[in-house]
């Protein structure tokens, strides 16, 4: 069974820039999340999908960002413009059901830098 | 909000050493919790979880970890360390009906030869 997959595993942009990062969740799985982790702190939950319906976006830290799954496949979380506090490890994870004892299958991060 | 608290951010250990990991967390209702680990250049992995039952719960790599409701713990052991458990691992919490885990900060285990 293939993982999840995340792509690039790294990116530097300029502040100000657009950035979209792409999460390609297992096959079958309908639910998706976005987490991140910026240098020093915890990872944090961003956001949630189910299909392609976005069941909690509590996360989310403002209108900067703005997460897609369109036909409730690969998902892409895109920072538009990019600031330096955006800085830090994205992570995507997938599951079959959505209580947490179904288990998250996590991707290896996305590595992004705004300098 | 619900928080977890990982009390080591660095630990140092010899092979064959006993590892314990400590992990709190903040939150007065039904909890599940896990422990994840990230090895150099990998993904987080579970390493185990515990949603009810015997509160002793034993995960993947010889790892176990025990559940202490009135302590709200969930500290993560091994009796004897290798050199390949050099990773980062984390505490996470749960609640039961949400969906988003809470991490604690990690902790880098480094064991030396």
């Known amino acids: 069974e293939a993982g999840v997959t995340q792509f690039p595993s790294h990116s530097v942009i300029e502040k100000g820039q657009t950035v979209t990062l792409r999460c390609d969740p297992i096959s079958g799985h309908d639910n998706l999340y976005w987490y991140r982790r910026v240098m020093g702190k915890e990872i944090k939950f961003l956001l949630h999908f189910v299909k392609e319906s976005k069941q909690d976006e509590s996360g989310m830290p403002n209108n900067r960002f703005l997460a897609e799954r369109t036909g409730g496949t690969y998902s892409t979380l895109k920072v538009q413009p990019a600031e330096l506090e955006d800085s830090g490890v994205y992570f995507c994870?997938?599951?079959?059901?959505?209580?947490?004892?179904?288990?998250?299958?996590f991707g290896s991060g996305t590595r992004l830098t705004v300098v | 909000a619900q928080s977890v608290s990982q009390h080591n951010h660095h630990v140092i250990l010899s092979e064959a050493a006993s590892l314990e990991l400590g992990c709190n967390y903040s939150y007065g209702g039904t909890v599940n919790l896990f422990w994840y680990v990230q090895y150099p250049g990998q993904h987080l992995q579970l390493l185990l979880k515990?949603?009810?039952?015997?509160?002793l719960v034993k995960g993947i790599k010889g790892f176990e970890a025990e559940f202490i409701k009135s302590k709200f713990s969930f500290n993560l052991r091994k009796p004897s360390v290798q050199w390949s458990d050099t990773a980062e691992y984390f505490c996470?919490?749960?609640?039961?009906?949400?969906?988003?885990?809470?991490f604690g900060k990690g902790t880098h285990l480094i064991i030396q030869p």
């Open positions: 994870a997938s599951s079959q059901g959505t209580a947490p004892n179904y288990g998250y299958t």
């Open positions: 515990y949603f009810s039952g015997d509160p």
């Open positions: 996470a919490v749960g609640r039961g009906g949400a969906d988003g885990l809470t």
